[in-house]
């Protein structure tokens, strides 16, 4: 049997070290190709937990990938199996020309250039912004970094997505195309975001933080909704 | 492609843009080069300066404004240095000679200092963030050096649009409209702007550790062939380099 695509035990972050945690006793995993929404609000530490799974913050417990135990010798060979979609997505764009940056990840795993520039041109049309190939960034609206930086995680083929706020910026036809593309893809995804409507569409498993704890793990989008009003 | 850099500065419409990205650089390289290793104490390493920096700036023809510009700041920057004249250490005397030595100082300031500047304007009107990206990657540029610069021009685009987008709030909300609001609105400017900056640079770092940006050399996406363009721009260089070189050298005193 596989090991789990992720699985977080009692994990807990804090920024200070004697200050309070942002994250507390953490556990969950997601089964390889098992697609969960975190929610929660603002300040409630969906950020965080997603950064401290690529291993960008410091966390106490532990942290798995695909059995891989994060750590400062394995965070490298874990973050080449993941996607990561920051919630702002320019931050993440590194190259001055659209295609460029899309293709990035495949040069860097030793792909040749003009593979992965086919390759990315495949990621920026499944995502609709093909046209955009030769386009310096900063032309680009914030929606079209988002499916940008999208591409830019995608292209790789990862096994574990980590989205934090995908729909942020994306008109209902974004973000109806992005859905559809989410959905076609095997690898497991944890998608951080305030959109329960486009969460419903997506994931079977939905999970609450509140304070920096898991406060519910529901599978019935249903309950989510009775919580979330209260 | 108008990229970045280019829409700070301009793009430059000269036949030095159809050589290939290295030997843009490089080739601005030499005329910089040639212009800081000129005399400004003899008429041949003036007159070479000058030279080199025309022959350069016909090369790259870099929009009027920005030429302009560039000269207009470099004579507002140096031209106040000919005001110490009556400070040096032998101030100019009664005598013609005497005057023409103390002049010999500002006068090479103002000369590197302009020609300098001209030079690296015209460059990077004929740059590409793309092509900046190829000429430091195939010219012998150790790749933690390259990926360091890149990043630098590349968030200094970003920064710069972030700056217009506050000062588009600033006039939203009337902080433009001068009086105390916008003296208030001004002292209290790097309080919001620093920390965002700093925290802007952190989120950047951690994409570039995530996605593994300064893991390996930086990758390149095109590959341009030198061409017998690309020999007579840096034969061109070169050769000025040489000239420059040898006025120094061997030049009239």
Same mark, same amino acid.
């Given at each position: 049997? +596989? ?6 035990? @009692?994990? !807990? ?26 929610? &929660? ?23 798995? /990938?695909?059995? $891989? ?7 490298? %060979?874990?973050? @080449? ?14 190259? %001055? ?32 912004? @093909? ?10 609206? =914030? ?15 990862? +096994? ?9 910026? #994306? ?14 893809? @095997? ?6 975001? =305030? ?24 599978? $019935? ?10 | 492609?108008?990229?970045?850099? =280019?829409? #700070?500065?301009?793009?430059g419409r000269g036949p030095v843009r159809r050589a290939a990205p290295p030997t843009r650089l490089l080739a601005g390289l030499a005329a910089f080069g040639g212009c800081m290793i000129s +005399? ?8 070479c300066a000058?030279s080199i920096a025309g022959v350069w700036v016909l090369g790259c023809r870099p ?8 000269? /207009? ?5 140096? #031209? ?25 100082? %500002? ?8 020609t300098g500047?001209v030079i690296s304007v015209a460059t990077v009107t004929v740059l590409t963030?793309?092509d900046l990206?190829e000429a430091l990657?195939r010219l012998p540029v ?11 021009? =590349?968030?200094?685009? !970003? ?19 001068? &009086? ?14 620093? %920390? ?18 300064? $893991? ?8 341009s062939a030198l061409g017998r363009r690309d020999v007579a721009v840096l034969g061109t260089a070169a050769g000025a380099l040489g000239l420059a070189i ?8």
């Amino acid at each position: 049997m +596989s090991p789990p695509a992720l699985e977080l035990r @009692d994990v !807990t972050v804090r920024y200070h070290h004697e200050g309070q945690p942002i994250l507390t006793g953490v556990c969950f995993a997601l089964a390889p190709g098992e697609r969960a929404a975190l929610l &929660g609000l603002n300040g409630s530490g969906k950020t965080t937990l997603l950064s401290a799974t690529a291993g960008l913050v410091a966390h106490e417990g532990e942290i798995r /990938v695909a059995g $891989d135990r994060l750590g400062p010798k394995t965070a490298g %060979p874990i973050r @080449d199996r993941i996607g990561f979609l920051f919630n702002v997505p320019e931050d993440q764009l590194l190259f %001055p020309r659209v295609l460029d940056d899309a293709a990035f990840g495949l040069v860097r795993r030793g792909a040749a250039a003009a593979d992965a520039l086919a390759q990315a041109r495949r990621a920026l049309a499944a995502l609709g912004v @093909d046209a955009l190939a030769e386009a310096p960034l900063h032309h680009l609206s =914030h929606g079209q970094k988002q499916r940008v930086a999208l591409a830019g995680a995608l292209v790789t083929e990862p +096994s574990l997505l980590l989205l934090d706020e995908p729909t942020a910026g #994306l008109d209902p036809p974004g973000k109806r195309a992005l859905s559809g593309l989410l959905a076609s893809l @095997d690898a497991a995804m944890l998608l951080a975001t =305030h959109d329960l409507e486009f969460a419903a569409g997506l994931c079977r498993r939905f999970l609450v933080l509140d304070q920096g704890r898991i406060a519910l793990d529901a599978r $019935d989008p249903d309950e989510v909704r009775r919580r979330w009003g209260e | 492609m108008r990229t970045s850099l =280019h829409e #700070l500065w301009g793009c430059g419409r000269g036949p030095v843009r159809r050589a290939a990205p290295p030997t843009r650089l490089l080739a601005g390289l030499a005329a910089f080069g040639g212009c800081m290793i000129s +005399s400004g104490a003899t008429v041949a390493g003036s007159l070479c300066a000058t030279s080199i920096a025309g022959v350069w700036v016909l090369g790259c023809r870099p929009p009027g404004r920005v030429l302009r510009g560039s000269i /207009v700041l470099g004579l507002a920057l140096l #031209l106040p240095y000919f005001l110490l004249l009556p400070l040096l250490p032998s101030p100019p005397g009664e005598t013609a000679a005497s005057w023409r030595e103390a002049l010999l100082v %500002p006068w090479a300031l103002l000369l590197r200092g302009l020609t300098g500047m001209v030079i690296s304007v015209a460059t990077v009107t004929v740059l590409t963030g793309s092509d900046l990206r190829e000429a430091l990657l195939r010219l012998p540029v150790p790749s933690l050096l390259s990926v360091i610069l890149l990043q630098i021009v =590349h968030q200094t685009a !970003t920064l710069l649009y972030e700056t217009r987008r506050v000062a588009e709030a600033m006039a939203v909300r009337g902080a433009s409209s001068g &009086g105390l609001t916008a003296w208030r609105v001004l002292f209290s400017l790097p309080q919001v702007w620093l %920390p965002r900056v700093i925290l802007r640079a952190e989120r950047v770092g951690a994409a570039m550790e995530l996605r593994g940006y300064c $893991d390996g050399p930086p990758p390149s996406f095109t590959r341009s062939a030198l061409g017998r363009r690309d020999v007579a721009v840096l034969g061109t260089a070169a050769g000025a380099l040489g000239l420059a070189i040898s006025l120094r050298l061997w030049g009239a005193p």
